[in-house]
Nanobody, 118 residues
Framework: QVQLVESGGGLVQPGGSLRLSCAAS????????MGWYRQAPGKQRELVAT???????NYADSVKARFTISRDNAKNTVYLQMNSLKPEDTAVYYC????????????WGQGTQVTVSS
């Protein structure tokens, strides 16, 4: 069994910063991409940022230059540093990972709420 456990969400004022963390645990053989998606009320889930096991990154245009994804492969953990937050960044943020136990599969965290409001 595999679990992705997120932490770090909360309420922040516009212009503020938050750091999200997501740790994968369980019977893990290997992890490929790890990343973050978000879903705002009434909207579809969208990609925020991903990072391959080799360190290649991909960001949504809306967060480039404000958000930074990183990962610690030894800890099976991915981070999202979010700076200069805007009200439109308000959403539930979900951690995602491509994990191999016996076969490769997609795994999701339970989600963490990020609210940007004054």
């Amino acid at each position: 069994q595999v679990q992705l456990v997120e932490s770090g969400g909360g309420l922040v004022q516009p212009g503020g910063s938050l750091r999200l963390s997501c740790a994968a645990s369980g019977s893990i053989v290997s992890i490929r991409a790890m990343g973050w998606y978000r879903q705002a009320p009434g909207k579809q889930r969208e990609l925020v940022a991903t990072m391959s096991s080799a360190g290649n990154t991909n960001y949504a245009d809306s967060v480039k230059a404000r958000f930074t994804i990183s990962r610690d492969n030894a800890k099976n953990t991915v981070y999202l540093q979010m700076n200069s937050l805007k009200p439109e960044d308000t959403a539930v943020y979900y951690c995602h990972a491509e994990i191999r136990r016996v076969m490769w599969a997609d795994y999701w965290g339970q989600g963490t709420q990020v609210t940007v409001s004054s």
